[in-house]
């Protein structure tokens, strides 16, 4: 029989019975990512993996992965895996696209609207006691409608924000890989030319790309510098798309007014990093998809990945096809 590793012990008992139904299921029984020698080991051991995006798998453990066939990863990012590696050795990597692109959205507003209004920060300071007469100056906020929201990276999470913003009547300009005119008309979306058009122009700049060689550490102190001094910086997308300690001056120096982060390199969060210092920035712990529901769905998803690659039918979401010609 075919075995699983699901590298998780806390999901649903729907994914662990539709999973048991064809396979022997093995699972992590830790909420911590597993260690890399285990994860070595198991690669050995089992034909499936079932990750969170944050698990490495590198080529050390795909080159040694004597029976892993397929990688299903409860994530849309797929940073976590090597993936030349992974085709190489004929090891099949299946992601989750679309499925969580609306609660990405929702969340990608939450940030945007508390930096906006600074919620987190007003709710840090009545528990410190601060709340003792009525005097709004210390929370006073910057408005969202109205204003410019840049959006870099305009697949599905990015095109979800477009569609919220035009509810709160902000004007939108995206850059991404490639240029897409039909949105453009459809959603009344404006393109800029380049990264710097973008910072240059927005009020509110929020990032949702993945994290590749092209965008590892796109964001540094020159980029910032490109920003308004009113402006606000949203991350969704992968800590590692950010020069973290320019991202620290430019807030501590305040270059740019306020940011929003709900990545950061590493993760979690050293409690001694300077950012954890500053009022002007508002982190979440990576959990942008994170409603009950898209939580369970991206990891049904995941299973339907695993189970079509192991019973030899064509998998949704498949990353890297091509690494069924190396079996
Ligand atoms: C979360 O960060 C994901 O890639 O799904």
């Not at 092209?214 to 102190?221: D, E, P, W």
Request: aromatic share 8%.
């Amino acid at each position: 029989m075919k075995r699983v590793w699901v590298m998780r012990p806390f999901h649903d008992e729907a994914i662990y019975n539709s999973l048991k139904q064809n396979f022997e299921v093995d699972t992590w029984d830790d909420h911590k990512t597993p260690p890399h020698d285990v994860v070595m080991e198991k690669a050995k051991e089992c034909d499936a993996f079932l990750p969170e995006g944050i698990d490495i798998i590198d080529a050390e453990v795909l080159d040694g992965a004597t029976r892993l066939e397929v990688i299903g990863n409860r994530a849309v990012g797929t940073d976590n895996v090597d993936i030349p590696a992974a085709t190489r050795n004929g090891i099949l990597l299946t992601n989750t696209p679309g499925v969580l692109q609306d609660a990405c959205a929702d969340m990608t507003f939450a940030l945007l609207l508390d930096a906006a209004r600074q919620v987190a920060y007003g709710d840090r300071s009545i528990r410190a006691g601060k709340w003792v007469f009525f005097d709004q100056t210390p929370y006073l906020g910057l408005d969202a409608y109205g204003k410019t929201l840049g959006i870099f990276g305009f697949g599905g999470i990015g095109q979800r924000v477009a569609k919220r913003a035009s509810g709160f009547d902000m004007r939108v300009i995206y850059h991404s890989r490639s240029r897409k005119i039909d949105l453009e008309e459809s959603m009344g979306v404006e393109w800029a030319p380049s990264l710097a058009d973008l910072l240059q122009a927005s009020d509110y700049v929020s990032l949702h790309c993945p994290l590749t060689d092209a965008t590892r550490k796109m964001m540094g102190a020159e980029q910032f510098a490109m920003m308004k001094s009113t402006a606000i910086f949203i991350n969704m997308a992968r800590g590692g798309v950010v020069d973290q300690p320019a991202l620290y001056e430019a807030l501590k120096n305040k270059t740019i007014a306020r940011a929003a982060i709900d990545v950061t390199d590493p993760e979690p969060i050293p409690m001694s990093d300077p950012l954890l210092t500053l009022d002007n920035v508002v982190i979440t712990p990576h959990v942008g998809s994170a409603s009950e529901a898209t939580f369970k769905n991206m990891g049904l998803m995941a299973v339907r990945n695993i189970t079509a690659a192991l019973t030899g039918d064509a998998p949704e979401t498949p990353v890297n096809p091509e690494a069924l010609q190396n079996r």
